[in-house]
């Protein structure tokens, strides 16, 4: 059964950094990418970019370039998001769906921003 | 402003029929797989239609999705009261970079 668990909410500053981690079991890790998507408050979803778990190779939607950094540790079958120089608008539910067809995703954390 | 363009509510008497249009254009919809997702409240997404209208072991057939150019559809049938949610439609994009877009959302609401 394949499960995606997301670390746990995080409040940070403006201009600080975050690392949300997405912990995959269920299946064989390096088979398929992980992607990850936010949800602001009351607002739909956004595409941050996406994570070749078996490489690590990583592409980012053009409006994070600079600020976004994908990951992976395939010993412990973990992606990682990491988002800085966060500002108010930051603000959202961080969600990790595994492959190009979005087909399980993780709980999400709350990533708050604010002095 | 979101990529793909969804109405922002449909409503039915449960047992009734509903479809959600998705439009978007040729570097999107127009030549790529559309996706479609259930929000419930309070919870992730969940994958309901992919490959425009394939639909994933466990998601009841009342789910349908079909694309015809640039726009896709999804129908859900026999309205249920646990159906009532936030559908998001989604395409990888290949302009440039290929990324994904997404649409805005259609709240469903069962009278």
């Known amino acids: 059964q394949v499960h995606l668990v997301q670390s746990g909410a995080e409040v940070k500053k403006p201009g600080a950094s975050v690392k949300v981690s997405c912990k995959a079991s269920?299946?064989?890790?390096?088979?398929?990418?992980i992607n990850w998507v936010r949800q602001a408050p009351g607002q739909g979803l956004e595409w941050l970019g996406w994570?070749?778990?078996?490489?690590?190779?990583?592409g980012y939607a053009q409006k994070f370039q600079g600020r976004v950094t994908m990951t992976r540790d395939t010993s412990i079958t973990t992606a990682y998001l990491q988002l800085s120089s966060l500002r108010s608008e930051d603000t959202a539910i961080y969600f990790c769906?595994?492959?190009?067809?979005?087909?399980?995703w993780g709980q999400g954390t709350l990533v708050t921003v604010s002095s | 402003q979101s990529v793909l363009t969804q109405p922002p509510s449909v409503s039915a008497a449960p047992g009734q029929r509903v479809t959600i249009s998705c439009s978007g254009n040729?570097?999107?919809?127009?030549?790529?797989?559309v996706s479609w997702y259930q929000q419930l409240p309070g919870t992730a997404p969940k994958l309901l239609i992919y490959?425009?209208?394939k639909r994933p072991s466990g998601i009841p057939d009342r789910f349908s999705g079909s694309k015809s150019g640039t726009s896709a559809t999804l129908g859900i049938t026999g309205l249920q009261t646990g159906d009532e949610a936030d559908y998001y439609c989604?395409?990888?994009?290949?302009?440039?970079?290929?990324?994904?877009?997404f649409g805005g959302g259609t709240k469903v609401t069962v009278l």
């Open positions: 769906t595994r492959s190009r067809r979005f087909d399980y």
């Open positions: 269920g299946y064989t890790f390096t088979t398929f990418d």
């Open positions: 994570m070749n778990a078996y490489s690590g190779n990583a």
């Open positions: 040729s570097s999107n919809i127009g030549n790529n797989y």
């Open positions: 490959d425009n209208s």
């Open positions: 989604g395409a990888w994009d290949t302009t440039q970079n290929s990324h994904v877009v």
